[in-house]
């Protein structure tokens, strides 16, 4: 049987309204289903519109409007990098060549990815990736059922904590480094709750 590989994600985006706010950075790893890193990227480029961008999204990444704006690289040109970086890996005039698409709160990134290749008037971001998304949010919530009630929330970090896994918070909320750790949860589920 073919495996598939695994293309994990993650966005920053100028707030949480899909209706007023747009990525400006996709961190990723594309991965074989052992983990073996096949590569990884990490694209920071000027969002569509920086007009509604929230306080709250700018402070969490570390970010300025006038930063955001100032990038080399237009939202066009990071839907143009995904594609090609995509492209080395999966072949997306076949049907049967796909990645799997695993995040943490993936419908959350996959809504804005979405968005993003709809502002670029590209059709096609199900021809990459299998549908569903892996939201391994959800996987954890289910494998750590016995301890959530004494977890105080179920992001990332407290789920990486709760599993052991080494968190900076320095360095979170930007898409690469949340990424990585995805990864790493992922692997740590897979260890620790595999038959």
């Known amino acids: 049987m073919r495996k598939y590989i695994q293309v994990y994600l993650d966005t920053e985006t100028t707030g949480v309204d899909l209706k007023l706010h747009h990525v400006h950075q996709i961190g990723g790893i ?6 073996q890193i096949l590569e990884k990227f990490n694209i920071c480029f000027s969002p569509f519109s920086v007009e509604n961008a929230s306080p709250e999204a700018l402070t969490k990444t570390r970010m300025t409007v006038d930063e955001l704006s100032s990038r ?4 066009r040109d990071g839907h143009a990098q995904l594609k090609t970086i995509l492209s080395k890996h999966i072949n997306q005039y076949d049907k049967t060549d796909k990645a799997h698409l695993i995040g943490f ?18 059709n096609y971001f199900g021809s990459w990736f299998w549908n569903p998304a892996i939201d391994l949010m959800s996987v954890s ?31 979170a909320h930007d898409a690469m480094y949340d990424i990585e750790k995805t990864l790493e949860l992922n692997k740590y589920l897979k260890s620790n709750f595999s038959a």
């Open 105 to 122: 709160r993936t419908e959350f990134d996959v809504g804005f990815l979405r968005k993003l290749f709809d502002s670029c008037g590209d």
């Open 141 to 171: 919530a289910w494998l750590l059922g016995d301890v959530r009630g004494v977890l105080p929330n179920f992001k990332l970090e407290t789920v990486c904590r709760a599993a052991e896994l080494e968190w900076d918070e320095t360095k």
């Open 30 to 35: 594309i991965a074989t289903h052992d983990f």
């Open 72 to 75: 080399p690289l237009t939202y």
